[in-house]
């Protein structure tokens, strides 16, 4: 099934055994073997080209997904390489707060690697970066994901904001304040859970934003009342530069953190070390976040 997957990566037998570095004739009978299992013709042969049949796109994903674990199982084995480099994309919102702290040690724990770090809107392609942190539920078709956490998220809002108007005391009368909270649609709606059950705040938000450092920044200034994640806010709850409402609420839909890395670099030992490291070093720092290995899982890539 690996080796099938190969092939179809490669467009071709002499190609994938060039990137298998095996003989040709042991990939054509790898894929014959396969198809003589299923009991189906999985590849359409030409002397120029290869094309897949309905067979061989019904289990194309399933054989991409073996040939990752076969890599990663290879990868597992292997030490990270003395020079080996990563470049690794954050934010500047969990990233400059999550990672940037953790980088020191992790270079003193990987003195081998050559790190990288790089802004997020840098990235145009899987081309560019190694590994991304992202809280956004972005994915393209063929990455992997590595999930870090959903930290929890409260209420809160600068004393200025706050000076002269009612301070609210249930859900219901958030309506009657400016709302900041973050969302990937501008329709998205805010929903408080408590003792099981959940409500949606009233009204219509001021501000919806996928970025949590804009968002932050927004409820620091004073514009509103924002829901965001804990960890961004405990320094400024510290040093009473904002005030936690509704403290016996909490979010009901959290921001995930996730690590993803291009599908063809995943496997790579310096990128596994990394994504590791996060998840035994971020997911503790999720205060109150459940304590969990981090999961990974890879979308199908598009056949």
Not at 45 to 52: G, V
Request: net charge positive; hydrophobic share 50%.
């Amino acid at each position: 099934m690996a080796v099938f997957a190969r092939v179809v990566e490669q467009n071709g037998f002499t190609a994938a055994a060039r990137k298998l570095q095996v003989p040709k004739v042991r990939v054509s009978r790898s894929v014959a073997a396969l198809e003589r299992a299923l009991g189906a013709r999985l590849l359409e042969r030409t002397t120029r080209r290869i094309a897949l049949t309905s067979a061989g796109k019904a289990i194309l994903a399933h054989c991409q997904r073996v040939a990752l674990e076969v890599e990663a199982a290879r990868a597992a084995l292997q030490p990270v390489a003395d020079g080996a480099s990563l470049r690794v994309a954050i934010d500047q919102g969990f990233g400059r707060l999550l990672v940037a702290p953790l980088v020191p040690r992790f270079l003193e724990s990987f003195p081998q690697i050559q790190l990288r770090l790089i802004n997020a809107e840098e990235i145009h392609g899987p081309d560019d970066f190694d590994v991304e942190l992202r809280s956004d539920g972005r994915l393209a078709e063929g990455e992997v994901v590595t999930s870090l956490g959903k930290p929890p998220m409260i209420l809160c809002a600068a004393p200025n904001y706050l000076t002269g108007k009612p301070m609210p005391q249930s859900p219901s009368e958030l309506a009657q304040h400016a709302l900041l909270w973050a969302a990937s649609r501008p329709d998205g709606v805010l929903r408080l859970a408590k003792a099981g059950g959940s409500v949606v705040v009233p009204g219509a938000p001021r501000l919806v934003a996928q970025d949590l450092s804009a968002l932050h920044g927004a409820v620091a200034a004073g514009l509103g009342i924002g829901a965001l994640p804990e960890f961004m806010c405990r320094n400024g709850l510290a040093m009473k530069r904002l005030v936690r409402l509704l403290p016996d609420w909490e979010i009901a839909d959290r921001v995930e953190l996730t690590a993803v890395s291009p599908a063809t670099r995943a496997a790579d030992p310096a990128v596994r070390s990394f994504i590791e490291y996060l998840g035994a070093h971020v997911v503790p720092a999720l205060a109150g976040a459940p304590e969990q290995p981090a999961t990974t899982a890879v979308r199908k890539a598009a056949s």
